[in-house]
C-alpha cells in the first residue's frame, strides 16, 4: 500500500518554543491531507483539512494561529505548532488520500511533549 | 455536519467469538464509510471500505455493508482471533475525513 512518512516520530520542546512536524507521503500525490489529534484513549480529533496550493482548512475550536499548516506540494504538508505549552503536549497524526472519497493513508504519528 | 457514532466499547471476547461493532452515520449527499484499524503500537491502516449504498468491503474475515437506509456501517467478524486485539475506528469520507470515536477490541485465548 502507499506510505506517508511522518517526522519526527518524538519530540521533546520547551514551552514556548514552536515545533514542526513533517507528513509525505512517498509513492503517491496527496491532493488532500488531514491533521488530527489524539488524545489518551479517545479519538482522532481531526484539526485541519488541508489542500495542495490552498489555505488550511480549521475545524472549530482550533487556532489557526498556533497551528499553522503548510501544504506546499502534492507530497509534503507540515504542521508547525507555534509558542507550545504543556497543553500542546499530545500525540499529532497526519494522513493523506489522492481525492475525496479514496481510503487515506496515515503516517505512524508523532508524539510532542512540551516541558 | 457529517458526523459517525460508533460503539465506544471496550469490547472482550473469547476466541472465535462473533463480533460486531456498530457504526451509525450522519451525512449530506452520499460519502465514502471506511474502517480503520490500529493495532498496538502501530498506525491507522485500513481495514476494508464501502463507497455506495449496498457495498459490502470485506478483509481479514471481517465485513461491513452500507446501508443508507439505516445510516450504519456496522463491522462483523464470524471468529475472532487474538491477534484481532486493536482499536477499530469507523470513518466518513467526503470533503473530510471523519473519525468515531473508536472501539477497543481484547480477544481472549
Known amino acids: 500500500g502507499a506510505v506517508v512518512s511522518q517526522h519526527p516520530s518524538r519530540v521533546i520542546c520547551k514551552s514556548g518554543t514552536s515545533v514542526k512536524i513533517e507528513c509525505r507521503s512517498l509513492?503517491?500525490?496527496?491532493?488532500?491531507m488531514f491533521w488530527y489529534r489524539q488524545f489518551p484513549k479517545q479519538s482522532l480529533m481531526l484539526m485541519a483539512t488541508s489542500n495542495e496550493g490552498s489555505k488550511a482548512t480549521y475545524e472549530q475550536g482550533v487556532e489557526k494561529d498556533k497551528f499553522l499548516i503548510n501544504h506546499a506540494s502534492l507530497t509534503l504538508s507540515t504542521l508547525t505548532v507555534t509558542s507550545a505549552h504543556p497543553e500542546d503536549s499530545s500525540f499529532y497524526i497526519c494522513s493523506a488520500r489522492v481525492r475525496q472519497g479514496d481510503e487515506a493513508f496515515f503516517g505512524q504519528g508523532t508524539r510532542l511533549t512540551v516541558v | 455536519g457529517n458526523s459517525v457514532t460508533q460503539m465506544e466499547g471496550p469490547v472482550t471476547l473469547s476466541e472465535e467469538a462473533f463480533l460486531t461493532i456498530n457504526c451509525t452515520y450522519t451525512a449530506t449527499g452520499y460519502p465514502s464509510l471506511f474502517w480503520y484499524v490500529q493495532y498496538p503500537g502501530e498506525g491507522l491502516q485500513l481495514l476494508l471500505k464501502a463507497t455506495k449504498a449496498d457495498d459490502k468491503g470485506s478483509n481479514k474475515g471481517f465485513e461491513a455493508t452500507y446501508r443508507k437506509e439505516t445510516t450504519s456501517f456496522h463491522l462483523e467478524k464470524g471468529s475472532v482471533q487474538v491477534s484481532d486485539s486493536a482499536v477499530y475506528f469507523c470513518?466518513?469520507?467526503?470533503?473530510?475525513?471523519?473519525f468515531g470515536a473508536g472501539t477497543t477490541v481484547t480477544v481472549r485465548a
Open positions: 509513492d503517491f500525490q496527496a491532493t488532500t
Open positions: 470513518a466518513l469520507s467526503d470533503y473530510k475525513l471523519s
